[in-house]
């Protein structure tokens, strides 16, 4: 058989495609090779940032596959380091994903697309949450989706598991952008590139921000940045690449990261 997910390299930037015919479905051993090439991103210094996309021209992923869990696997199996679908709970990922949704994307495949940070969506692209009509909770997406669109919106489709397309989910802010499928992945490229051109150590310092104060009130997130009270934050302050923003500012010229 081939491999289920496939990679490839394209100057900084990791490409990361779900090939598991029919519909790109996830169960454990799928997981857990996905959190492994995803941790392997994560520590590599020379990638600068990601695409996950699938293959194939219906499907972006229907989520966890039954046929595993009929077989026996269990909904608590081992999915790896970075939880289902190798992104949802990987530690200390500081480096921008791009997700390109070529197709449906329901359940935990839609819940493995919103862990994304940048989400590029097909034309014909669909969104669902049928987790319950399966008597079960979407449970990374009831604790995600109430707390990037209105409340309401987020408990409808949780409620009822009605598919949405693309243009209403742009419009809920679930995805950044729609294009034609056969620009799908151009798109993602060119946002993959630009990322990758960007300063390693802001966007880390960025992820964990987000991470670390989304629970907590204004005025103690802004004390624990000015504190310098996370990690990639009291890295980034003093480093090469902060003189270099101020010199590359000064000289009217264009950074050069290096990601220390």
Sequence with gaps: MSEPIKTNIRGRVLEVTMDRPKANAIDAPTS????????????????????????????????????AAAAGEEPDADYGVGGFGGLQEL?????????????????????????????????????CLPELRSGIIADAATIKLPRRIPYHVAVEMLFTGRVIDAEEARHWGIINEIVPADKLMDRAR??????????PLVYAAIKETLEKTSHLP????????????????????????????????????DPVWKGR
């Design 32 to 67: 857990r090779i996905m959190g492994d090439i995803f941790a392997d991103f994560r520590d590599n210094p020379d990638l600068r940032s990601a695409i996950l996309t699938a293959a194939g021209e219906k499907f972006f992923c229907p989520g966890w596959d039954l046929k």
């Design 91 to 127: 530690p200390g990922l500081g480096k921008p994903v791009v997700c390109a949704c070529n197709g449906l994307a329901f359940g935990g495949g839609f819940e493995i697309m919103i862990s994304c940070d940048i989400i590029i969506a097909a034309e014909h692209a669909t969104f």
């Design 190 to 199: 060119e946002v993959a590139d630009l990322l990758a051109d960007g300063p």
């Design 218 to 253: 204004e005025k103690e997130a802004l004390g624990l940045l000015m504190k310098r009270g996370l990690p990639t934050i009291a890295k980034l302050y003093g480093s090469e690449d902060q003189l270099e923003g101020a010199k590359a500012f000064a000289e009217k010229r």
